[in-house]
T-cell receptor, first 113, second 116 residues
């Protein structure tokens, strides 16, 4: 059984560009959540996808968007990148709504110059 | 508002000494509480979790935590710290809305340094 994987590991973009981050959930998990972790901070919830639908969103602007595919993998898209978007982006998967545990991936480090 | 406070930004202990990391939460309902550890450049690893029942929970790597409802606290402890425990530690509470899956609100973390 493979765990949560994320790609790429590191990414450097310039201000104004767009970026797509990818996450493969753990086998059998149909729910994916994305978190942003700025340097020196705890992770902050961006949004969650359950069965290909957005199922909750944190306090992030609309330029943060996502997708979930039929195989439950997910993408996080960020448009019009800003310097403050530089962070570690963590994906976590869960085996449904009732379950009380998330499994985190290793993260994607995004640097915006 | 739902929140988690970790009052200690940075703690230094000697190898072999005991450790206690503090966590206070603000949440209206019965909380589901978690402790995670993060090594530099890595993702989050779950140390332990509390949902209900016994207020003293055991986790991996010799860690334990005690839930105290009267103090809104969930402090993490370890009797004897090893050099490999040096990392960032995060306390979190599940703040999900009805009909959604688990959604974690994290504290700002405590960085643990271990001296030999």
């Amino acid at each position: 059984e493979t765990g949560v994987t994320q790609s790429p590991t590191h990414l450097i973009k310039t201000r104004g560009q767009q970026v797509t981050l990818r996450c493969s959930s753990q086998s059998g998990h149909n729910t994916v959540s994305w978190y942003q972790q700025a340097l020196g901070q705890g992770p902050q919830f961006i949004f969650q996808y359950y069965r290909e639908e957005e199922n909750g969103r944190g306090n992030f602007p609309p330029r943060f968007s996502g997708l979930q595919f039929p195989n439950y993998s997910s993408e996080l898209n960020v448009n019009a990148l800003e310097l403050d978007d530089s962070a570690l982006y963590l994906c976590a998967s869960t085996a449904g709504i009732v379950v009380n545990e998330q499994f985190f991936g290793p993260g994607t480090r995004l640097t915006v110059l | 508002a739902q929140s988690v406070t970790q009052p200690d930004i940075h703690i230094t202990v000697s190898e072999g000494a005991s450790l206690e990391l503090r966590c206070n939460y603000s949440y209206g309902a019965t909380p589901y509480l978690f402790w995670y550890v993060q090594s530099p450049g890595q993702g989050l690893q779950l140390l332990l979790k509390y949902f209900s029942g016994d207020t003293l929970v055991q986790g991996i790597k010799g860690f334990e935590a005690e839930f105290k409802r009267s103090q809104s606290s969930f402090n993490l402890r370890k009797p004897s710290v090893h050099w490999s425990d040096a990392a960032e530690y995060f306390c979190a509470v599940d703040t999900r809305n009805t009909g959604t899956a688990i959604k974690l609100t994290f504290g700002t973390g405590t960085r643990l340094q271990v001296t030999l």
